[in-house]
């Protein structure tokens, strides 16, 4: 059955209950749980669901129709990397022409409306039923402010038909990457043996059941006479965490205070957090209120996502579960309804009422406390706490981490600073000078993260100490502590015992994550307990993990648990089997088994379905490796590049594969582009200098080696092999400059001191 049929069917279901409640008895109804679509709630939450119905969440996906589509139609055109789009109508429909998945102009009829405000996105459905996101979208905010008009969501690259982010392939693909928080009720039904979805949804944007869950039962409860039944009325999740609960001002401090301690698990912000989260899905079993881990893969923090102090980096989507995770908001029990209203998605007050709402007026909207009486326009309380950050061009997102502004720790870690978002012509350390006059200088805030994880982040001989601190501290949000275990550099099973216990499945996650890498009985005795945790994606990732431990030596009363944590395991890459990381980490289960057969069969379908997939060619050369394949595995690698030749982990792999084979010219080749195409890898640096080295080019590969230390001065590879080539050249004071440096990342080696005094003589 289609999706539109399915969004009929429920609202004549709807319209079935309220012309014929006198026949219907509660037992009956409870039998069977299904979605029945919002009309079927709008009878008795006539309020909730007026404010619904001017809702971004009501807007979030519809037909393309007149009263939806916002963009300009009429005979506009767009020119993009050389290629004129024009954007049309023809017999009521609205047709785009633009390049097609080979690179040739095409016509394609825009099925769907994706969003409203700022931007309105485009859905274009093809026969093998994948739907994919238009990368030319419409920007819906008005001409003063710079919108009615067409732009491309990759403006300052050149995205063609072979580059990954076109938008016909699969990191543009709806039914993956869009259909669950913008439809309720999804089933991405793919077939991986045909290679062709048929998505379903009970309701076509973000109805009361994607928060509630599927209402037929309290529907049924609703209607029956006896309105007999538990005290949840038959509801999925009653978000009751702030029933009887109130604010209220401390009349000496002038803070906030909550009215009871907060829960440990907040159902309403686990909920929120489904679409609001930076995860992936490895359940489409989802029911609200529980962890969001039990069925979705959350994003911890990282360099790639985060600045150091936990604020989202400009040009990634993290979306507002981590920013409010690690925030004293969320600490002290604030929940996403604090602030906004659940069911229009509007702030509960204009402006800085929202706040006012639990801190006194009297004291943050005081010149003392803000110190910008003399600003034209006066500054909000989001314009200090909750900076903004852009992203698809022209959206822009308060970060929720409700952080004090630290130029400081700017100058420390680049993190960026609200300060210098507006003072954009000063440095940091005028903005810190400012903000110590004002406050004086121990403003540590909530957030205390920032320079572990730099320290980490920089290889830090400090990161050690840094990192288990943070992971060991009772008060510091659960979050950053599985994000420390999962960073940690090297494993501390005091540590991480302590994590798999922790009641936050996060923590567990991050206790698990910091397990990689440990060797065979250690990593079986520490981690084996969670293949019964009582989270389905602390069980998988688990199973993922104790995958490489064999059977043999797997004690026979675990095996049976690890056989359900793997079968789990395996039905989450399945459930995703359209993407090529999900292959590939299937294909690696399968490899770390010894399932070569497998391995290799899951690796060639990730390269079918994305042949600029890295991960996959690599892996499977790998494989070749271990069965003595290398032909295949330079096969492999360099067809992989033919698509890809810009990757430097392909040219990385390929090096190692011709440095096997000893062609050693060729090897080195490879290993220089990596080298140059990504200078922030510095593993590619070092093995390049190492390559040159044993090809008896010993001045070159010190050349290397410095120029790689610039860029990562505290690297202990690359620094152990400066200490060695330059004692070999005879150079004494460099080798010594490198063990000094060496020592203060490493202060209790005693090698380290031995050699320092023996080129101090």
């Given at each position: 059955m289609s999706a539109l049929a399915l969004l009929f069917v429920g609202a004549a279901a709807a319209l079935y209950w309220y012309t014929r409640t006198d026949s219907l008895t509660f037992p009956q109804q409870i039998a069977e749980l299904r979605f029945v679509g919002s009309p079927a709630c709008s009878g008795c939450h006539q309020t909730e669901a007026k404010l619904w119905q001017a809702s971004q969440h009501r807007h979030a996906m519809d037909h393309a129709t007149e009263q939806s589509v916002r963009g300009d139609f009429n005979e506009a055109v767009y020119e993009y990397a050389g290629t004129r789009s024009r954007f049309f109508r023809h017999d009521k429909k609205f047709l785009v022409e633009t390049d097609g998945p080979d690179g040739k102009l095409a016509t394609f009829e825009v099925k769907y409306t994706f969003g409203v405000d700022p931007l309105q996105q485009y859905l274009i459905e093809f026969l093998d039923g994948r739907i994919q996101a238009l990368s030319i979208a419409w920007d819906t905010r008005s001409r003063e402010q710079g919108g009615q008009r067409w732009f491309h969501l990759y403006p300052d690259a050149a995205v063609t038909s072979s580059d990954p982010l076109h938008w016909t392939k699969p990191n543009q693909n709806w039914n993956f990457m869009c259909a669950e928080c913008h439809s309720t009720g999804v089933h991405k039904n793919y077939d991986a043996s045909k290679n062709q979805f048929a998505t379903t949804f009970a309701e076509i944007s973000v109805g009361c059941e994607a928060c509630h869950g599927a209402g037929s039962r309290h529907v049924a409860w609703a209607r029956s006479r006896s309105k007999v039944s538990g005290p949840d009325?038959?509801?999925?999740?009653?978000?009751?965490?702030?029933?009887?609960?109130?604010?209220?001002?401390?009349?000496?401090?002038?803070?906030?205070?909550?009215?009871?301690?907060?829960?440990?698990?907040?159902?309403?912000?686990?909920?929120?957090?489904?679409?609001?989260?930076?995860?992936?899905?490895?359940?489409?079993?989802?029911?609200?209120?529980?962890?969001?881990?039990?069925?979705?893969?959350?994003?911890?923090?990282?360099?790639?996502?985060?600045?150091?102090?936990?604020?989202?980096?400009?040009?990634?989507?993290?979306?507002?579960?981590?920013?409010?995770?690690?925030?004293?908001?969320?600490?002290?029990?604030?929940?996403?309804?604090?602030?906004?209203?659940?069911?229009?998605?509007?702030?509960?007050?204009?402006?800085?009422?929202?706040?006012?709402?639990?801190?006194?007026?009297?004291?943050?909207?005081?010149?003392?406390?803000?110190?910008?009486?003399?600003?034209?326009?006066?500054?909000?309380?989001?314009?200090?706490?909750?900076?903004?950050?852009?992203?698809?061009?022209?959206?822009?997102?308060?970060?929720?981490?409700?952080?004090?502004?630290?130029?400081?720790?700017?100058?420390?870690?680049?993190?960026?600073?609200?300060?210098n978002d507006c003072h954009r012509d000063k440095q940091a350390a005028w903005a810190a000078r400012q903000i110590e006059t004002w406050f004086g200088p121990r403003r540590q805030g909530y957030q205390t993260h920032a320079r572990a994880f730099h320290a980490a982040w920089n290889e830090e001989a400090t990161a050690q100490a840094l990192l288990a601190a943070l992971a060991a501290a009772g008060d510091v949000p659960s979050i950053v502590r599985a994000s420390a275990l999962a960073q940690l550099p090297a494993p501390d099973a005091d540590l991480i015992r302590r994590g798999l216990s922790d009641p936050d499945p996060l923590v567990r996650l991050g206790a698990l994550d910091g397990l990689e890498g440990m060797e065979g009985d250690q990593l079986w005795t520490l981690g084996s307990a969670q293949l019964s945790d009582s989270v389905r994606g602390v069980r998988v990732r688990a199973a993922e993990l104790l995958a490489s431990v064999p059977s043999a030596r797997q004690p026979a009363g675990d095996r049976d648990r690890f056989a359900r944590a793997a079968a789990e395991f395996v039905a989450a890459q399945k459930l995703n089997a359209d993407r090529p990381d999900a292959?590939?980490?299937?294909?690696?289960?399968?490899?770390?088994?010894?399932?070569?057969?497998?391995?290799?069969?899951?690796?060639?379908?990730?390269?079918?379905?994305?042949?600029?997939?890295?991960?996959?060619?690599?892996?499977?050369a790998d494989l070749y490796r271990q069965l003595g394949r290398e032909n295949d595995g330079e096969r492999v690698l360099r067809g992989a590049l033919l698509g890809s030749a810009q990757d430097a982990s392909l040219h990385h792999a390929l090096g190692l594969t011709l440095v096997r084979q000893k062609r050693n010219e060729a090897a080195l080749d490879e290993l220089r582009q990596a080298a140059v195409l990504d200078a922030g890898q510095a593993r590619y640096a070092y093995v390049y200098a190492i390559g040159l080295y044993s090809a008896g080019r010993r001045d070159d590969a010190l050349t290397i080696l410095r120029e790689g230390l610039r860029a990562h001065p505290n690297n202990r590879d690359m620094l152990s092999a400066a200490i060695h080539l330059s004692r070999e050249k005879g150079d004494v004071a460099a080798a010594l400059d490198y063990a000094r440096q060496m020592q203060r990342l490493l202060p209790q080696d005693r090698s380290l001191g031995d050699l320092i005094k023996e080129l101090e003589k």
């Open positions: 009325h038959e509801l999925l999740v009653r978000f009751d965490e702030r029933s009887g609960i109130t604010w209220s001002v401390d009349g000496g401090t002038l803070k906030p205070v909550r009215s009871a301690p907060a829960p440990a698990r907040r159902k309403e912000v686990e909920t929120c957090g489904r679409c609001h989260a930076r995860r992936g899905q490895l359940s489409e079993d989802w029911t609200p209120g529980r962890s969001l881990s039990e069925t979705h893969a959350v994003s911890l923090l990282d360099r790639q996502r985060f600045h150091a102090d936990g604020q989202m980096r400009d040009d990634e989507e993290t979306y507002n579960y981590a920013p409010f995770r690690q925030s004293k908001m969320f600490a002290k029990g604030v929940t996403c309804s604090d602030c906004h209203d659940p069911h229009s998605a509007a702030l509960k007050a204009p402006g800085d009422g929202v706040c006012a709402q639990c801190h006194a007026s009297a004291k943050y909207e005081s010149a003392a406390h803000r110190h910008h009486a003399e600003v034209s326009q006066p500054l909000s309380c989001a314009s200090c706490h909750m900076p903004e950050r852009r992203y698809m061009v022209v959206d822009r997102r308060h970060d929720h981490g409700f952080r004090i502004p630290r130029p400081d720790l700017s100058m420390q870690t680049g993190a960026p600073n609200a300060c292959r590939t980490a299937l294909g690696s289960f399968f490899a770390r088994q010894a399932n070569a057969r497998d391995a290799e069969n899951e690796y060639l379908a990730a390269i079918r379905l994305d042949p600029s997939f890295a991960a996959a060619a690599i892996n499977l």
